[in-house]
C-alpha cells in the first residue's frame, strides 16, 4: 500500500468535506432565517445535485486519461472559487436574484464536490491493494471518516454563522480548503489511476450489469435519505420543535458523525474481512447477501418511523432515536456499495466506472433533494418520510439481482 499518497488523497477529501458539510449548513439556515420558502431552499441544492450528475459522467473519463492528481486538484480549486463567490451576494437582492445567483454558485460547488470525491474514492484502488480485504478496509475507513467530518461540517457551518456571521464564516472555509490545495499541490503524483488504453467518451455509459443495477439501487438509496434530510428535518427542527441553529446543526453532526463510524466499521458488521484466507468468492457472495440484507433492514425501520410519527406517538423521541437507528442501516447499505463499485470494477476502468456509479449518486440526491421541500409543503415530515420509506422499498427489489464479484468481473466485456 501506498501510505503517502493514500494520507494525502484522503487529507484533501477530509478538508473538502468539512467545508462541504458547512457550506450546506450554512445556506440552509442563512436563508431559511431570510423567509425562504421549503421548495425554495430545496431549489438551492438542486444545481448542486444536478452538477454531480454531468461531472461524475465526464469526471470519470476525464480522471482516466489525465490522471486523478489533477481532477483532485481542480476540484478542491473550484470550491475555493465558490465559497469566495458566495460572499458577493446580498441580503438586499431580490428573492429572485438571490436564488439564481446561490444555484449558480452551487453548481459550482456540485462540480467541485464530485469531482474531489471521484479522484478520491477512485485513487483507493490504486493505493490500497487487495489482500486480506484491504479494499474493503480502506474504502471504509475513506467514506466513514468523510461522512464523519461532514457531521463536523454541519456543526462548524452553524456555530460559525451564528459567531460570525455569512461572509465571514465563508471566507473562513475558503481558507480551509486552499491550504488543502496548496499541499494537494505540492506533494502528490498526478499519474494516479492514469489509464494504459486511450478511453473513448462513448464508454461513460456502463455497459457492465453489475454496475449499472448497483447504480440504480444507489440512486434510490440516497433518495430515500435526501427526501427527509436536506430540508425537511431541519426546517421541521427549527420551526416546529423551536430548536437553535446549534441544536438543529448538533443533531445533524452528531447523525452524520455516528454514520461515518458506523461506515468504517462495516467490514467487520458484514463479517467479510476474510482475515482466515476463506475462499474470497464465498465472502464477496457475503457481500453482496449482506448488502440485500440490510435494505431490507433499512426498508422495516424506515416504515416503522414513518408510521409512528403519523400518528403522533412520542413524535421528537421518534424522529431523534428513529433516526439515529435508520442511519446505522444506511451506513452500511452505503459503505457495502460503496465498495461493490470498485470491487466490479478493473483499474483501467475503475474512475470510468466510479463516476458513472456516483453520477447515479446524484441523480438520487437530486431527487431526493427537491421532493425533501415538496413533500415537506405538502403534508409536513410524515410524507417525506413515507417517501422515503418507500425509496428504500426499491433500493431493496434492486439489490436481490446483483451477481458476486468474481462472477460479475469474469463476464464483465472489455470496453474499447
Same mark, same amino acid.
Given at each position: 500500500?501506498?501510505?503517502?499518497?493514500?494520507?494525502?488523497?484522503?487529507?484533501g477529501?477530509w478538508a473538502?468535506? /468539512?467545508t462541504?458539510?458547512?457550506?450546506?449548513?450554512?445556506?440552509?439556515?442563512?436563508?431559511?432565517?431570510?423567509g425562504?420558502?421549503? =421548495?425554495v431552499?430545496?431549489?438551492?441544492?438542486?444545481?448542486?445535485?444536478? $452538477?454531480?450528475?454531468?461531472t461524475?459522467?465526464? %469526471?470519470?473519463?476525464?480522471?482516466?486519461?489525465?490522471g486523478?492528481?489533477?481532477?483532485?486538484?481542480?476540484?478542491?480549486? !473550484?470550491?475555493v @472559487?465558490? /465559497?469566495? @463567490?458566495?460572499?458577493?451576494?446580498?441580503e438586499?437582492?431580490?428573492?429572485?436574484?438571490s436564488?439564481?445567483f446561490? $444555484?449558480?454558485?452551487?453548481?459550482?460547488?456540485?462540480v467541485?464536490k464530485?469531482l474531489?470525491?471521484?479522484?478520491?474514492?477512485?485513487? =483507493?484502488k490504486f493505493?490500497? %491493494?487487495?489482500?486480506?480485504g484491504a479494499?474493503?478496509k480502506?474504502?471504509?475507513?475513506?467514506?466513514g471518516?468523510?461522512n464523519a467530518?461532514?457531521?463536523v461540517?454541519?456543526?462548524?457551518?452553524?456555530a460559525?454563522?451564528a459567531? !460570525?456571521?455569512?461572509?465571514?464564516?465563508?471566507w473562513?472555509l475558503?481558507?480551509?480548503?486552499?491550504?488543502a490545495?496548496?499541499?494537494?499541490m505540492? $506533494?502528490?503524483?498526478?499519474d494516479?489511476?492514469?489509464s494504459?488504453?486511450r478511453?473513448?467518451?462513448?464508454?461513460i455509459?456502463s455497459?457492465s450489469?453489475?454496475v449499472?443495477?448497483?447504480?440504480?439501487?444507489?440512486?434510490f #438509496?440516497?433518495?430515500?435519505?435526501?427526501?427527509?434530510?436536506?430540508?425537511? !428535518?431541519? =426546517?421541521?427542527?427549527?420551526?416546529e420543535l423551536?430548536?437553535s441553529?446549534y441544536?438543529?446543526?448538533g443533531?445533524?453532526?452528531?447523525?452524520?458523525?455516528?454514520y461515518?463510524g458506523?461506515?468504517s466499521m462495516a467490514?467487520r458488521?458484514?463479517?467479510s474481512t476474510?482475515p482466515?484466507?476463506?475462499?474470497?468468492?464465498n %465472502?464477496?457472495d457475503?457481500?453482496v447477501a449482506g @448488502?440485500?440484507?440490510?435494505?431490507m433492514?433499512?426498508?422495516?425501520i424506515?416504515?416503522?418511523?414513518?408510521?409512528?410519527?403519523?400518528?403522533?406517538?412520542?413524535?421528537t423521541?421518534?424522529?431523534?432515536?428513529?433516526l439515529?437507528?435508520?442511519g446505522?442501516?444506511?451506513?452500511?447499505?452505503?459503505?457495502?456499495?460503496s465498495?461493490l463499485?470498485l470491487?466490479?470494477?478493473n483499474?483501467?476502468d475503475?474512475?470510468?466506472?466510479?463516476?458513472f456509479?456516483?453520477?447515479?449518486?446524484a =441523480?438520487?440526491?437530486?431527487?431526493?433533494t427537491?421532493?425533501s421541500?415538496?413533500l415537506?409543503l405538502?403534508?409536513?415530515l410524515?410524507?417525506?418520510l413515507?417517501g422515503?420509506a @418507500?425509496?428504500?422499498g426499491?433500493t431493496?427489489?434492486?439489490t #436481490?439481482?446483483?451477481?458476486?464479484v468474481?462472477?460479475?468481473?469474469?463476464?464483465?466485456?472489455?470496453?474499447?
Open positions: 500500500m501506498n501510505v503517502r499518497n493514500y494520507a494525502l488523497v484522503t487529507a477529501y473538502f468535506t /468539512l462541504d458539510g458547512a457550506l450546506r449548513m450554512l445556506v440552509l439556515l442563512h436563508f431559511n432565517e431570510l425562504y420558502s421549503p =421548495v431552499l430545496a431549489f438551492l441544492f438542486l444545481a448542486y445535485e444536478f $452538477m454531480g450528475i454531468v461524475n459522467l465526464i %469526471g470519470g473519463w476525464v480522471g482516466s486519461r489525465t486523478l492528481g489533477l481532477t483532485l486538484r481542480v476540484g478542491l480549486g !473550484l470550491q @472559487a465558490a /465559497l469566495v @463567490a458566495l460572499t458577493l451576494q446580498q438586499s437582492w431580490a428573492e429572485w436574484t436564488v439564481v446561490v $444555484m449558480a454558485v452551487q453548481a459550482l460547488s456540485g467541485a464530485d474531489t470525491k471521484m479522484s478520491s474514492k477512485s485513487a =483507493v493505493v490500497a %491493494g487487495d489482500e486480506d479494499l474493503f480502506m474504502v471504509a475507513i475513506l467514506t471518516s468523510k467530518l461532514k457531521g461540517g454541519f456543526f462548524l457551518g452553524a460559525l454563522l459567531s !460570525l456571521g455569512y461572509e465571514a464564516a465563508l473562513t475558503a481558507a480551509i480548503v486552499g491550504i490545495l496548496v499541499a494537494i505540492a $506533494m502528490l503524483n498526478e494516479i489511476g492514469k494504459k488504453k478511453t473513448p467518451l462513448g464508454s455509459l455497459k450489469g453489475p449499472n443495477r448497483l447504480s440504480a439501487a444507489r440512486v #438509496l440516497f433518495a430515500s435519505r435526501d427526501i427527509w434530510f436536506v430540508v425537511a !428535518l431541519p =426546517v421541521f427542527l427549527e420551526e423551536g430548536w441553529f441544536a438543529v446543526g443533531f445533524l453532526a452528531a447523525w452524520v458523525i455516528g461515518g458506523v461506515q467490514p458488521i458484514l463479517g476474510r482466515d484466507g476463506s475462499d474470497q468468492a %465472502g464477496v457475503r457481500d @448488502a440485500r440484507r440490510w435494505a433492514i433499512l426498508g422495516l424506515a416504515l416503522t418511523i414513518a408510521a409512528l410519527v403519523t400518528a403522533g406517538i412520542a413524535v423521541a421518534v424522529i431523534v432515536g428513529g439515529i437507528i435508520f446505522v442501516a444506511f451506513a452500511v447499505n452505503s459503505s457495502v456499495h465498495y463499485i470491487a466490479y470494477s483499474e483501467d475503475v474512475s470510468i466506472d466510479v463516476g456509479y456516483y453520477s447515479a449518486n =441523480v438520487g440526491r437530486f431527487v431526493g427537491l421532493l421541500g415538496v415537506y405538502w403534508g409536513g410524515p410524507v417525506a413515507w422515503a @418507500a425509496f428504500v426499491v431493496w427489489l434492486l #436481490l439481482r446483483l451477481p458476486a468474481d462472477r460479475a468481473v469474469s463476464a464483465a466485456p472489455p470496453k474499447s
